[in-house]
């Protein structure tokens, strides 16, 4: 998977278009590795795309349904757009996951 590492790093370092399509060669075979459509999602973001960006970042919750950062992502995006609903979906969807953390923790450290 080297070109899926290549793929990541050209999206962190802002080649955005160049990351997306070396990344969509294997949507098939890391279908359930979350962070693909986490990464996919930043390109879609930063190309202007924020309905491919939803799809990915949503996708990216399938298999990693607490992952708050992609729920922050996926609020900029509805913020952005004016999607009041879904925003207020996936930021009080943060704050459960955020409560649920500090409460395992606590008890872990009882």
Known sequence: PMEVEQGCNKILSGDYLGGKELLEKHTEEFEKWWPLWYYLGIAESAIGNPDGAISNFRKALQY??????????????????????????????IQIVQNNMEAELADNQE
């Open 64 to 93: 990693s349904p607490s992952n708050i950062d992609v729920m922050k992502e996926l609020c900029s995006i509805y913020e952005a757009i004016g999607d009041e609903k879904n925003l207020d979906k996936y930021t009080k969807k």
